[in-house]
């Protein structure tokens, strides 16, 4: 078979992509909006002092950062040290008890993902991620 | 030994590394374009329509063009959409810096979201290096041989 240049070889892959791109497409089609981010669980600072001391704060910042400054009270649980960390958070759970997973900027995933894990993994509920991060704590103590 | 065959070594190695890179890449995102999709919607760029689609197809296309790389089937198409593809990447995610946005949420699953901006920049840049040698090397081999 005679093989033709590199834009015409890359217009064949950009189709062939497009075939499974479908089919993953229908199979998520109920599961997915095209309209809107699914809802979010975020919680601002003001609703979570709003909430009172029955808060369990999670940093999900890598260590250096949590050692820098975080908010008072809160425990380190990041993706990268999560078998060592999980434990002591659950040590320190107390049912019922809400949980907030904060990061470090408003768009950094860290604490989404934490959050879904402690859901996920651990099976918590009235798990929260703070919208706006630290950053937004620190801006709310001016 | 010949310098051809350093060269045809170089490029075999760098052909399975950046194949190995972006397959991995299409798997980790194509099982959950939930948050693929959130992750462009990070970027403060594109409609959330548009960064539904994409997580739909980037996946898939990173697959293709690392099989495509492992069988040197629609090589240099590949190449060429790999390296459009990262050049973007890079460019959006100096713009998102700049804009203020944290971009450490990387495309390569939960480890990734732990490394600084500065470890995803080089690690991006390296992969450009990686496929435009693949690209140049291969070219200049094709040319000898002809």
Known sequence: MRRGGPIREG????????????????YWRNQM??????????????????????????DARPAEEFAAGHIPG????????????????????????KIIVYCGKQSCGASREVARRLRDEANLANVFVLEGGWEAWEESKK | MKTSQVKSWI????????????????????????????????YHVLPWSVAVALAFYLPWLEIICGVALLLRRFYYGAVAILLILI?????????????????????????SR??????????????????????????RMRLERA
Not at chain 1, 38 to 58: F, K, Y
Request: glycine share 8%.
């Open chain 2, 11 to 42: 490029v075999g190695l760098l052909r399975l590394l950046v194949a190995a890179t972006f397959l991995y890449a299409g798997v980790i995102k194509v099982t959950n374009p939930i948050r693929f999709s959130r992750d462009i919607n990070n």
């Open chain 1, 11 to 26: 217009l064949v892959l950009l189709c062939l992509a497009f075939l499974p791109a479908l089919g993953e497409t229908i």
């Open chain 1, 74 to 97: 809160a425990l380190l649980l990041n993706a990268e040290q999560w078998d060592s960390l999980l434990p002591v958070m659950l040590n320190a759970w107390i049912p019922g008890q």
């Open chain 2, 87 to 111: 050049s973007l990447f890079i460019i959006a995610s100096v713009s998102a810096k700049l804009r203020g946005i944290d971009v450490s949420c990387g495309c390569f699953g939960g480890p």
């Open chain 1, 33 to 58: 909006s095209w309209s809107h981010p699914p809802v979010q669980d975020e919680i601002t600072v003001a609703q979570a002092r709003s909430l009172g001391g029955s808060i369990l704060w999670v």
């Open chain 2, 114 to 139: 732990n490394l600084n901006f500065a470890t995803h920049l080089a690690l991006d840049a390296a992969l450009l290096v990686a496929i435009a040698a693949l690209w140049l090397i291969g070219r």
